[in-house]
């Protein structure tokens, strides 16, 4: 049986090593594994390990398929949540993410549907909602 969560994000985002560094810092993710490609300026492959989950990322290859990272200012499709025990963590995570280049999009605020808040957009494009509890 696999020990990773039974959905995980894969993200497609260049450059992956920047982006793998800003996780790591912005949100404490711990790398588990890493796989460069054979060009020797992109990743293949990387796990992260984050939040209790796993995210998993790569340089875009266009080669092998029709993959691309997030246009500067496009509309997002796809956004990964994070779920945090304390409200006090949402605003501490947006601070960080934000003195790390991160656009705060929303919040951090307590939502009418009974959470504490944010939405960020990292400096790769991605878009990350964060939610704890109210108090």
């Known amino acids: 049986m696999s020990q990773r969560p039974p959905v995980s994000p894969y993200l497609t985002v260049t450059p992956a090593a920047a982006a793998i560094a800003y996780y ?20 293949m492959h990387c796990e992260l390990s984050l939040n209790g989950g796993s995210i998993m990322l790569s340089d875009p290859f266009p080669e092998y398929g029709k993959t691309r990272p997030p246009l500067p200012n496009d509309y997002a499709t796809v956004s990964v949540s994070l779920e945090f025990e304390k409200p006090g963590d949402v605003d501490d ?14 919040g951090p605020m307590n939502s009418f549907w009974g959470t504490r808040f944010a939405v960020v957009r990292d400096p790769f494009g991605h878009r990350w909602m964060l939610n704890g509890p109210t108090a």
């Open 93 to 106: 995570t947006v601070e960080r993410c934000a003195k790390l280049g991160a656009t705060t999009e929303a």
């Open 24 to 43: 790591c810092a912005a949100f404490g993710a711990v790398q588990k594994a890493i796989m460069p490609a054979l060009d020797g300026m992109r990743i």
